[in-house]
């Protein structure tokens, strides 16, 4: 996901957005507790998402562009 994508966006669907990345990463943290994890990338990656939308919903509600 690139931060591009996410200046388009508006706050309800970067919280939407900032909920599923969160569920999904708890589920792969569950897959990896019980050795089931195949592509651990993707924690990193999903790390980083939620980083990016966190960073774009304060720079939203500070009133930033």
Same mark, same amino acid.
């Given at each position: 996901? $690139?931060?591009?994508?996410? $200046? +388009? $966006?508006?706050?309800?669907? =970067?919280?939407?957005?900032? +909920?599923?990345? %969160?569920? +999904? @990463?708890?589920?792969?943290?569950? *897959? $990896?507790?019980?050795? *089931? =994890? +195949?592509?651990? &990338?993707? @924690?990193? *990656?999903?790390? %980083? &998402?939620?980083?990016?939308?966190?960073? %774009? @919903?304060? *720079? =939203? %509600?500070?009133?930033?562009?």
């Amino acid at each position: 996901m $690139k931060f591009a994508e996410l $200046k +388009e $966006k508006t706050i309800p669907e =970067l919280v939407a957005l900032g +909920e599923e990345l %969160r569920r +999904e @990463l708890f589920n792969l943290r569950l *897959q $990896k507790a019980s050795s *089931q =994890l +195949e592509k651990t &990338d993707r @924690l990193r *990656q999903l790390r %980083r &998402d939620i980083a990016r939308v966190e960073t %774009r @919903l304060t *720079q =939203l %509600r500070r009133g930033q562009s």
